[in-house]
């Protein structure tokens, strides 16, 4: 079993839907969480960090983290072809180790 | 703004050549990574370095080696180039007590 697992997709949505992507884990030391956005044959950028269990927003974006589940999940509002992309989670037991572990990514395509 | 730079978007290698990846940041960042990312595998982390001269293997350091003489350079070498180094190649930065990790934009290296 691997310790971060996130469905590959694609997830096909129209313009203006919420989408929601999700990661679930196994290892509870895991205390930060973070979002990764992929475009195409581009490099990751991150989009939001958490720590430990709750809710973050930033814009059109929710990150919310449930340690009692081992889940975690990523909500876009209003959704744009913009967003279209792979998401990747990643997560850590320590604030700024090496030791991040990524999922495999989600491949999100927003339709016009 | 953060910047992580890969010295090549895309390079085409012969089975056997020496291979040298550079990366250069200039966050003054003290973490430097390469990863590689494969379809359906994700990021998987080849060598880390925590300071100048400093370096740990990751998961897969097989068939690779590192540099870091300087602190916002880290290189990757592939000794000897097989088939199965074909990949996606990223290197990453981060600060030791900050969230996140920040990716350069890749280099697709194929090897013939």
């Known amino acids: 079993q691997k310790e971060v697992e996130q469905d590959p997709g694609p997830l096909s949505v129209p313009e203006g839907a919420i989408v929601s992507l999700n990661c679930t884990y196994s290892?509870?030391?895991?205390?930060?969480f973070m979002w990764y956005r992929q475009y195409s044959r581009k490099g990751p950028e991150l989009l939001m960090y958490?720590?430990?269990?709750g809710n973050k927003e930033d814009g059109r974006f929710t990150a919310q983290v449930d340690k009692s589940s081992k889940y975690i999940s990523l909500f876009i509002r209003d959704s744009q072809p913009s967003d279209s992309a792979t998401y990747l989670c990643?997560?850590?037991?320590?604030?700024?180790?090496?030791?991040?572990?990524f999922g495999t990514g989600t491949r999100l395509k927003v339709l016009a | 703004d953060v910047k992580v730079t890969q010295s090549s978007r895309y390079l085409v290698k012969r089975t056997g050549e020496k291979v040298f990846l550079e990366c250069v940041q200039d966050?003054?960042?003290?973490?430097m990574f390469w990863y590689r990312q494969d379809p359906g595998l994700g990021l998987r982390l080849i060598y880390f370095?925590?300071?100048?001269?400093?370096?740990e293997k990751g998961d897969i350091p097989e068939g690779y080696s590192v540099s870091r003489e300087k602190k916002e350079r880290f290189s990757l070498i592939l000794e000897s180039a097989s088939t199965n180094q074909t990949s996606m190649y990223l290197c990453?930065?981060?600060?030791?007590?900050?969230?996140?990790?920040?990716f350069g934009p890749g280099t697709r290296l194929t090897v013939l």
């Open positions: 290892n509870s030391a895991f205390q930060y």
């Open positions: 370095s925590y300071d100048v001269k400093m370096k």
């Open positions: 990643a997560m850590s037991a320590i604030s700024g180790t090496y030791k991040y572990i």
């Open positions: 966050m003054d960042h003290e973490n």
């Open positions: 958490t720590y430990s269990s």
């Open positions: 990453a930065s981060s600060l030791s007590a900050g969230p996140g990790t920040f």
